[in-house]
C-alpha cells in the first residue's frame, strides 16, 4: 500500500510539471446554439486582482468567450473586493487566484484576500451575490483557503489523485474521471441541467485538490474512497499522503440570498494546450461534459436553474 501511495505522489508532481507550460486552445468553438440570455445579460465579473493565473483574454479566454456567447456580460475586475467594487455585478468568477505574480515562489500560497475582502464578499453573497470560487492544486489551495472558509468549505491545499478512476487517454492518476457509471456525479440542478441535452454523464479534471463543503452543500463531483490528497513539504521535505475519501472536487451551496460554486480544479472548465505536444486538456477534450459544466454552472449561479 505504502508503495502505491508513493507511486501516486509522483503522478500527481510529474502531472503537475507536464501541465507547467499552458496555453488557452484558439481553436476551441464556444459557439452557443441557444444562448440562455438573449434580452437580459447577466453581469459577470471576472477577478483579475489577485495575481490571477487564469484571466479573460489569457488562459480563461475560453471560458469567458463562451459564456459571452450564452448571454452573460463579462467584465475583468481589477480592483480589489468592496463593496462598492462589487456593485452591479450578477456573478463573480475568481479562478487560481495566487499570493505572489510568481507561482514557483514561497510567497505564491499567502492568502490571496485580505480578512476585509473576504467579509465584504461572504456579506456580498449573503445579500444576494453569486460566487464561482475555483481553486486549484497546491499553491492555490493555500491562497483561497481564507476565502474557502468564510463559506465552511475545506481546502486539502495539496495535489489529489484516484488510481481507480483515473482518465484512460491520459494515464495519469490526477486527472480523475467522474461519471454515471462510477457514480461520482452527485445529484443537483447543476448535473441535471434543464432538460436531457444537458444532464451531466461524464466529467474529467486535470490535476486539481480536494475539497470538503459544510453539511448542507452539495457535492456533484464527489471523490471515490480510492482519491488520495498529496501534500508537498515545506521547501523540498517529504510530503504527506492522506485518504482523500468523502471530499470533493465540486461543491455547490447557499448562502442566504446567495449561492455559491467551488471548484478545486481549474482546468476542466477551460479549454488549454499542454506542454510540447500541445495536448488538449479542459473543455477541448472530445467525449466529456466539461463545457456544459461550465454553462450549467452559470445557469444555476444566475438562477435560471433552480
Known sequence: ?????????????????????????????????????????????????????????????????????????????????????LKGCDVLVISNALGSAMMGSPEASNPAFTEEECDVVREWVRQGGNLLLIADHAPMGAANERLGLRFGVDMSKGYTGDPANRDDLSQSDSNIKFNLENKLLGDHPITRGRDASEKISRLISFTGQSLKGPTDSVAFMKLADTAVDFTPGPQGAEGTTKSAAGR???????????????????GMMSAQLAGPEKRKFGMNRPGIDNRQLVLNIMHWLSGLLK
Open 248 to 266: 470533493a472536487q465540486g461543491i455547490a451551496l447557499r448562502l442566504g440570498k446567495g449561492r455559491v460554486v467551488v471548484m478545486g480544479e481549474a
Open 1 to 85: 500500500m505504502i508503495h502505491r501511495v508513493l507511486l501516486v505522489s509522483l503522478l500527481l508532481l510529474l502531472s503537475v510539471l507536464s501541465l507547467a507550460q499552458q496555453v488557452a486552445d484558439p481553436d476551441f468553438d464556444v459557439t452557443v446554439k441557444k444562448p440562455a440570455y438573449t434580452t437580459k445579460h447577466p453581469v459577470v465579473f471576472l477577478d483579475e486582482a489577485h495575481h490571477n493565473f487564469h484571466t479573460a483574454s489569457g488562459r480563461y479566454k475560453p471560458f469567458a468567450d463562451l459564456i459571452t456567447n450564452d448571454g452573460y456580460k463579462v467584465i475583468p475586475s481589477k480592483q480589489k473586493f468592496t463593496k462598492e467594487s
